[in-house]
Nanobody, 115 residues
């Protein structure tokens, strides 16, 4: 079973920045994909950003140019730098891993952007 430690969420004003970090453990076969999804109240969970083992990245359209995903310094860690935040970015952000075809999700960290 994958365990997650997510950090960095909180309250920020419009235009501000936050940095999310995630550390995953309990993974046997190595991580193929790691990243972040988010879910706002009344909305479906959506892709924020992922990074593949190859180093390739994908971003959700709404965060392109504002968010940057990168591998952390430690193994099985990932960081998400979020800039130019708007109230539309308010959501619970979930760390995500895929390993050997199996997906896992963290418990989520709240990000709230005030107007």
């Amino acid at each position: 079973q994958v365990q997650f430690v997510e950090s960095g969420g909180g309250l920020v004003q419009t235009g501000g920045s936050l940095r999310l970090s995630c550390a995953a453990s309990g993974i046997i076969f190595g991580i193929d994909v790691m990243g972040w999804y988010r879910q706002a109240p009344g909305k479906l969970r959506e892709l924020v950003a992922i990074i593949r083992n190859s180093g390739g990245t994908d971003y959700g359209n709404s965060v392109l140019g504002r968010f940057t995903i990168s591998r952390g310094n430690a193994k099985n860690t990932v960081d998400l730098q979020m800039n130019s935040l708007t109230p539309e970015d308010t959501a619970v952000y979930y760390c995500y891993t895929m390993s050997a075809g199996l997906q896992a999700w963290g418990q989520g960290t709240q990000v709230t952007v005030s107007s």
